[in-house]
């Protein structure tokens, strides 16, 4: 399995920056792609931006030029950096792997997510 622990959300003011961690454990390996998901109230979870090693990566229209993806292969962990926030980023934040892993019989295990909140 691959086990996924989200933090870093927070309270934040319209046009401020707050930078989400994801770190991975477990089957790391069954993991290449990397995105984060976010869960505004009443809607469904949607994909915001993923990085596969090494540098291919993907935005979302609404966040592209407002965040940015990376990540850190030697500690497993996956970043978003994010700027110019706005009260529609409001949501809960979750790291998974869009396509689902390379290796049969594993499964990622979603984690809590973080609560980004952005006050107008």
């Known amino acids: 399995q691959v086990h996924l622990v989200e933090s870093g959300g927070g309270l934040v003011q319209a046009g401020g920056s707050l930078t989400l961690s994801c770190a991975a454990s477990g089957d790391v390996r069954c993991i290449p792609t990397m995105g984060w998901y976010r869960q505004a109230p009443g809607e469904v979870r949607k994909l915001v931006a993923a990085i596969t090693s090494p540098t291919t990566i993907w935005y979302a229209d609404s966040v592209k030029g407002r965040f940015t993806i990376s990540r850190d292969n030697a500690k497993h962990e996956v970043y978003l950096q994010m700027n110019s926030l706005k009260p529609e980023d409001t949501a809960v934040y979750y790291c998974?792997?869009?396509?689902?892993?390379?290796?049969?019989?594993?499964?990622?295990?979603w984690g809590q997510g973080t609560q980004v909140t952005v006050s107008s």
């Open positions: 998974n792997d869009p396509d689902g892993t390379t290796c049969p019989g594993v499964e990622i295990v």
